[in-house]
């Protein structure tokens, strides 16, 4: 989770593959999302989280191994706009 300090819901959440800290292996995809409520958002607290981050200034990140179906760490960039 990371707390961008203001509303993110409805705004551009962009992520991108990095290669930083010698993390060069091939991976998956990597998702982004609004922690908060309404159908702009995701539930980021039913990920474990705890309630205090569906506040609408949460937002998680999760990247994934080359086969798509295990969490696995990587670098990665956000943007948001």
Do not use: K
């Not at 995809?29 to 958002?41: E, F, I, L, Q």
């Amino acid at each position: 989770m990371i707390d961008a300090g203001s509303r993110v819901i409805g705004h551009a959440l962009l992520i991108s593959n990095a290669q930083a800290g010698g993390d060069e292996a091939f991976r998956g995809v990597s998702t982004a999302g609004p922690c908060g409520s309404g159908p702009d958002a995701n539930s980021c607290a039913s990920l474990g989280a705890g309630s205090n981050v569906d506040d609408g200034n949460h937002f998680f990140v999760d990247t994934t191994a080359i086969n798509d179906n295990t969490e696995e760490d990587h670098a990665s960039s956000v943007l948001v706009y």
